[in-house]
């Protein structure tokens, strides 16, 4: 996917409730995302990856499932806490040493206590 | 472990003036890159280089903007004369190496422009 500009997509949960933020991406051939969390003032921080050869990868609290079918993907986040609060992206690496990451539109994510 | 380190972390200058930003990644990665990321947007690459060496510079525009990592280690990014839509927030990235499937990039806390 790509940046689609100031509008980011919202999700305000209440603190201890699952939640779901989503990423569509356009390239068939796409073989691995990365899911990015960015606190504000900060950099984007490493949360989660998944190729394509996987249809749901878990971590600690998070779990990103992919669908290459509908060319979609999610990231769960569950019991979610009030440090869980940034904007989140997905990314595929890309270009000839996959480093060129491509950052798809963000999700801003706020959690109350 | 140190972080990747920026700085200036906040700028302001006028539009026309110039403007330059400091890295200096995690100690040992041979990959550094800057990118740029607007307001309410994902980070967009400028510039990736390995070692002293630039591997994508596509996306950079080449007439106002410049990048060095002369050492290897440490890099500049430069914007001569500054516009008005330069204003934005530039990270600066730093990883292993290159040419595998996964080279984690870790980001450092940016550098806030703001050309008036």
């Known amino acids: 996917g790509e940046s689609v500009g100031l509008h980011l997509p919202t999700l305000s949960v209440q603190e201890g409730d699952n939640s779901i933020i989503n990423c569509a991406y356009s390239n068939s051939a796409s073989d691995y995302f990365i899911w990015y969390k960015q606190e504000s003032g900060k950099g984007p921080q490493f949360i989660i990856d998944i190729r394509s050869n996987m249809d749901k990868r878990q971590g600690q609290r998070v779990t990103v499932l992919l669908n290459k079918t509908v060319k979609h993907l999610s990231l769960q986040i569950a019991a979610t806490q009030p440090g869980d609060s940034a904007v989140y992206f997905c990314?595929?690496?890309?270009?000839?040493?996959?480093?060129?990451?491509?950052f798809g539109q963000g999700t801003i994510l706020t959690v109350h206590p | 472990e140190a972080g990747v380190a920026q700085s200036p972390r906040y700028k302001i200058i006028e539009k026309r003036q110039s403007v330059a930003f400091w890295c200096n990644p995690i100690s040992g990665h041979a990959t550094l890159y800057w990118y740029q990321q607007i307001l309410g947007q994902g980070p967009k690459l400028l510039i990736q280089?390995?070692?002293?060496?630039?591997?994508?510079d596509s996306q950079l525009p080449k007439d106002r903007f410049s990048a060095e990592r002369l050492k290897g280690v440490d890099s500049t990014l430069k914007i001569q004369p500054a516009k008005l839509e330069d204003s934005a927030v530039y990270l600066c990235?730093?990883?292993?190496?290159?040419?595998?499937?996964?080279?984690?990039?870790?980001f450092g806390p940016g550098t806030r422009l703001t050309v008036l």
């Open positions: 280089f390995q070692n002293n060496g630039v591997v994508d």
């Open positions: 990314a595929e690496p890309g270009g000839t040493s996959y480093g060129k990451l491509t």
């Open positions: 990235a730093s990883s292993l190496g290159w040419g595998t499937f996964r080279h984690e990039q870790f």
